[in-house]
């Protein structure tokens, strides 16, 4: 089955890491994603821009809507995501207490509808 | 359906009794699909009382259903697929279902995996003694929600989010292995004493559905004793229900008024069970790994040696109380042991360790600590607190029996306040 791990953290916080502190992350993160490379099951992933970045889009009564930031205001906000695809929700979830940010943050474990 | 004699019904019955949690493992381990599963075998089980009136009752009933189910499981996996080529999947199917001698597959049990699927961390734990006791047992929804006194239709509803979920969020059909069995096997635990507390909270035994559910409850700790025999807090949880179940008819007076543990008579305990409960818990002490169940179990132990010695063993309980508080984090436990170090040490002591907890917030409308606190003001001379202490404990009971019970109690601490 294919499980999307979305990764939500405070990103007021993580924009204030130190240099050193930063490093250490992304090197956790890319040999985690290394490990699930290599154990088959990576499929995809990414980190997202802050949510600053975000836009967001909505069609109503034939009239766009564009609006300057996320959906959602919220304390934590999605920062990446990674999708796996593995037997069972429990291996996914294994996988899911191996993420760096499941330790800073939390991590939703989804399954990904089969078309 | 046709009009069946008693003899097929009865047969049936006791089939459905014996082996409803087996097949419907047996269904699910194939499909992972457990509302499917429950539907192709309450179709098998329609077709029995239709089939065997005329054709009798075949010698292997089970192998009988087991096989139509998996006809009727794989008429919904057909019907389900139309859209889409699934033939390969189907002559798979087709092949196993010829190839499936029931008799011989079920001979492995796998009602082991259906209870960690049914306590899986991924299922909200209210709903997973629930859910046991539909799927391993096959109690009906009416008789389950009337237990845990929710609605039918609230208790319908519940159940169906909790198989969809199963099939939906891929919740594997398997026994954990060794490294997590432990901590996946306290919830599967949890969740058989959560089907025993509610059936056991209703102490007159005026509900037969709700006093049924503590024995059925009683059959799943027996059933995973069976399965797991070297795993110490399943003989715990096992050995703690026992104790409970062996002091039932004792709960209550010839008029329904409440009797306290200390007031009950234990020549009226069924002793039987008081044994039994004591050699699972001997047999689970000497795995080595002491746990939860196995204290509460001892505690209950530690009581009935008043059947020798006319005494509760107060020092033993103390200090189970005591293993039982650095294990949780519960004011119930403390409690508890404050009421044992009144006994052992005296009142005074005992209020000690009761002011422990006084400012936790979750005491202020706990009536055990309410009545707690006025046995032992009370012990300790000081009427005029404990008149008070009842008062509150009283405001805060929701069962009548033992609301007159304490009312007793309290009376009597307000005249001798006032003499």
């Known amino acids: 089955m294919q499980y999307l791990l979305m990764i939500y953290g405070d990103e007021k916080a993580m924009a204030s890491v130190t240099e050193a502190q930063g490093g250490q992350m992304l090197a956790a993160y890319s040999a985690y994603a290394e490990a699930m490379g290599k154990a088959g099951v990576l499929q995809g992933g990414n980190r997202l821009r802050p949510t600053a970045a975000s836009t967001t889009v909505r069609v109503a009564n034939g009239k766009t809507t564009v609006l300057d930031g996320p959906y959602v205001e919220t304390k934590e906000q999605m920062g990446g995501y990674f999708l796996i695809d593995v037997d069972n929700l429990d291996a996914a979830l294994s996988w899911a207490e191996r993420c760096p940010g499941a330790s800073t943050g939390v991590v939703e474990v989804r399954p990904i509808w089969a078309m | ?419």
Not at chain 2, 248 to 263: C, F, I, K
């Open chain 2, 1 to 419: 359906m046709a009009v069946t004699g008693d003899p097929v019904r009865q047969a049936t019955e006791a089939v459905a009794r014996d082996s409803y949690g087996k097949l419907i493992a047996f269904l699910v381990a194939r499909t992972g699909d457990m509302a499917g599963a429950e539907d192709a075998l309450s179709d098998a089980f329609a077709a029995a009382l239709a089939d065997w009136p005329v054709s009798g009752i075949p010698d292997n009933p089970r192998g009988w259903l087991a096989t139509v189910a998996r006809r009727k499981q794989l008429d919904q996996f057909r019907r389900r697929r139309t859209r889409r080529d699934a033939s390969d999947h189907l002559a798979l199917l087709a092949q196993e279902l010829t190839a499936v001698r029931p008799e011989t597959s079920l001979v492995a049990d796998e009602r082991l995996a259906l209870m960690f699927v049914c306590a899986h961390p991924a299922i909200d734990a209210g709903i997973r003694a629930p859910l046991m006791l539909r799927t391993v047992l096959g109690l009906d929804t009416p008789a389950i929600a009337s237990a845990f006194l929710v609605a039918p239709a609230t208790m319908g509803q519940r159940l169906v989010r909790a198989q969809s979920r199963i099939k939906v969020a891929g919740i594997p059909f398997r026994v954990p292995e060794a490294a997590e069995l432990r901590g996946r096997l306290e919830d599967v635990l949890d969740a058989i004493y959560a089907a025993f507390a509610a059936g056991w909270s209703d102490p007159a035994g005026t509900e037969v559905r709700r006093r049924d559910l503590a024995a059925e409850a009683i059959w799943l700790g027996r059933l995973i004793v069976s399965l797991l025999p070297n795993e110490p807090e399943a003989a715990g949880v096992l050995a703690l229900m026992l104790y409970a179940e062996a002091r039932r008819a004792t709960r209550r007076g010839t008029h329904g008024e409440y009797v306290s543990l200390a007031d009950q008579d234990p020549s009226a305990w069924d002793h039987a069970m008081i044994g039994q409960a004591e050699t699972l818990l001997r047999r689970a002490g000497a795995m080595g790994a002491t746990g939860r169940f196995q204290l509460e179990a001892a505690i209950q132990s530690a009581h009935v040696v008043r059947r020798q010695t006319g005494r509760s063993d107060w020092v033993a309980i103390e200090r189970l109380y005591a293993a039982l508080e650095s294990m949780t984090d519960s004011p119930v436990v403390t409690i508890n042991r404050a009421v044992a170090i009144a006994e052992t040490l005296g009142a005074d002591a005992g209020l000690a360790v009761l002011d422990l907890v006084a400012g936790d917030k979750r005491v202020a409308d706990y009536q055990p600590y309410w009545a707690a606190r006025a046995g032992v003001l009370a012990r300790a001379g000081d009427f005029a607190a404990a008149d008070d202490a009842y008062r509150r404990a009283i405001g805060l009971e929701a069962d009548p029996a033992v609301r007159q019970f304490l009312m007793r109690r309290q009376a009597e601490a307000a005249s001798r306040a006032s003499d």
